[in-house]
């Protein structure tokens, strides 16, 4: 059992929290008893699992005071994972349809786009340029697990398959089913896609939203209704 705040992968644990650390060593962390079965049934084999000594998952014993001074939840956490990182290779980006993140910066509607795309289209996820990191503790957490089993690449806009499809206000098309490749493109709350995608895309799609209520939606909320409609044979396309 671990008994020393000096212990090496209690170290690991804390220096992954930075963004720096995941990239230099290619690790990210996980927190939690789902979040580590999901990677397990997955097939994915940790770099390290910390568990509590009264967690029935299989791993490494650490004092529980130890397990919930390395944990970033409030309440504490019965099992920490350290997973190698799991980019998907660019060969992916052609296979089927792909959401491309440009400048998504909330780490929450990353992870929770990643699950998104997991539930309903699968193909890839394309984190952008200004996107959050998708292996961030908030991300991974919004993902559910989905880290583990939705492919994720790194990407510019030009590596992704045509049509491009812009999610963006003030267009006069609703999402509709689209066959074969494609790739729908997701921008930021507030500035929305950046002019070097915008010109990259051949279509625009806009949500219809009733008169008088919000001006926008949140983007993983546009994401979801987008990512039913454009792989449901019954999709609306008015």
Aim: proline letters at 8%; hydrophobic letters at 40%; glycine letters at 12%.
């Amino acid at each position: 059992m671990i008994t020393s705040n000096d212990n090496e992968k209690l170290k690991l644990v804390r220096k992954l929290g930075q963004k720096k650390h995941r990239r230099k060593l290619g690790m990210f962390v996980t927190e939690g008893e789902d979040l580590a079965a999901a990677g397990l049934e997955a097939g994915h084999e940790p770099v390290a699992l910390l568990v509590h000594p009264e967690s029935e998952l299989p791993g490494e014993k650490v004092e529980p005071e130890l397990l919930d001074g390395i944990a970033t939840l409030a309440s504490g956490t019965r099992v920490i994972g350290v997973w190698p990182e799991l980019w998907g290779v660019p060969e992916l980006l052609s296979a089927d349809k792909c959401l491309f993140l440009d400048g998504v910066s909330d780490p929450g509607n990353v992870g929770t786009i990643i699950r998104t795309a997991d539930a309903l289209v699968g193909g890839c996820v394309a984190i952008g340029p200004g996107t959050a990191d998708p292996f961030s503790a908030i991300a991974v957490r919004s993902s559910m697990g989905s880290v583990f089993t939705q492919p994720i690449v790194r990407a510019e806009i030009g590596a992704t398959p045509e049509p491009r499809i812009a999610l963006a206000l003030g267009g006069s098309t609703a999402p509709e089913p689209v066959a074969g490749p494609a790739t729908l493109c997701l921008g930021s709350e507030r500035e929305g896609l950046s002019a070097e995608v915008l010109k990259e895309c051949g279509i625009t799609w806009t949500i219809p939203q009733r008169p008088g209520g919000a001006q926008s939606l949140n983007v993983a909320a546009a994401a979801a209704i987008a990512c039913e409609r454009i792989s449901s044979p019954t999709g609306a396309s008015a």
